[in-house]
């Protein structure tokens, strides 16, 4: 597999497939960014295309010795954060606008849409920072130092915003966690 | 929590319509890069034609302007009146002296 580097260089010099590999290989990581700020679908891929027609723009300012995953998080972070403040009528959307997980049971099936509903609108009601801190850390595994690159803030700020962000949506799940229910029984 | 949140923000389809939207909407940006190194070397010849051609183009015009104003300035003045039958006096002397000249060399 081409490094990220080398697919960067080839999309400078105008590159077709290496600027689509490289959208291909980040895509999902921008896009679930995207919806965490957006809280919603349709704006979320909207920010997302907009932070890789950004982040071509501006592919000289990428220093290759550096990962290209933070400089690009970076450009989706503020791609979002710009379309949240122009399309503030359309966050009133549900987080969670799929179709129904399928489950073992119409049961099961109820109580993840439930768990899925729940832990949107928590993510939903964080600060725009905190949904991008918790989001790079718990879900594309990015590190306190990384996220403080990204966010461009101390890495102490970062820790806060990922506490802070961990234990909101964990009261919002708390009905849902099989330790506790494993302790009321 | 982790798997949650990953399993909420992941997007459902595989990204192939994604992707292909992106290269759509950057066709023009791609097409500026890959024109864009063609775009400055033709500049750069141009700079450089510009700058080797830009005193032979002045010299010209200056010659052109003076051409074109010399004789007419020659007949607005007084003196400069005269000068025609003098000028054609003296070609026509130094015509006739020619002749003579080659005469006598030719004898």
């Known amino acids: 597999m081409e490094p990220d580097a080398a697919l960067a260089a080839q999309a400078a010099a105008g590159d077709r497939e290496a600027f689509g590999a490289l959208v291909r290989r980040h895509q999902a990581a921008v896009r679930r960014l995207t919806r965490a700020v957006t809280g919603n679908v349709h704006d979320a891929d909207d920010a997302a295309q907009d932070a890789f027609l950004s982040a071509l723009d501006r592919l000289e300012t990428y220093d290759p010795s550096r990962p290209f995953g933070p400089w690009l998080m970076r450009i989706a972070t503020n791609a979002s954060i710009d379309l949240v403040r122009r399309r503030t009528v359309r966050r009133a959307d549900a987080l969670d606008e799929r179709s129904p997980a399928r489950g073992p049971s119409p049961a099961s099936d109820a109580e993840a849409s439930e768990i899925r509903q729940r832990l949107g609108t928590a993510l939903t009601a964080l600060p725009e920072r905190q949904r991008v801190a918790v989001t790079l850390f718990d879900v594309e595994g990015y590190s306190h130092a990384e996220i403080a690159a990204v966010l461009a803030i101390p890495e102490g700020t970062v820790r806060s915003d990922v506490f802070h962000a961990r234990r909101a949506l964990r009261v919002a799940l708390e009905p849902y966690d099989p330790g506790r229910r494993m302790e009321e029984r | ?107």
């Open chain 2, 1 to 107: 929590m982790s798997d949650l949140l990953r399993q909420l923000l992941t997007p459902d389809d595989d990204g192939t319509a994604f992707t292909a939207a992106v290269l759509l909407r950057s066709a023009g940006a791609l097409h500026r890069r890959r024109t864009a190194p063609q775009a400055v070397a033709a500049g750069l010849a141009w700079t450089w034609l510009e700058a080797w051609a830009r005193p032979w183009l002045i010299a010209a015009i200056v010659g052109l302007a003076l051409a074109i104003a010399l004789p007419q300035l020659r007949q607005g003045s007084p003196a400069g009146a005269a000068e025609p039958s003098l000028t054609a006096d003296l070609m026509g002397a130094s015509t006739g002296t020619a002749f003579v000249l080659a005469e006598t060399v030719g004898n």
